[in-house]
């Protein structure tokens, strides 16, 4: 399940495998659900979902 975090004055989704950051709690749930099935890739699909440093 995704993690609740707080990032950069609001409220966001960490993915606890791979450690992406998103605002939509179903982007993060769906990137563990990526990270699970394919260790070690990224979904550019969803990667470009995330928040940038
Ligand atoms: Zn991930």
Avoid: L, V
């Avoid at 450690?19 to 260790?39: F, I």
Wanted: charge should be positive.
């Amino acid at each position: 399940m995704a993690k609740k975090i707080f990032f950069m004055g609001a409220g966001a989704f960490e993915c606890t495998i791979c450690g992406m950051k998103y605002r939509e709690k179903s982007h993060a749930d769906a990137c563990e659900t990526w990270c699970k099935e394919h260790p070690n890739t990224c979904d550019p699909k969803i990667a470009k979902k995330s928040i940038q440093e």
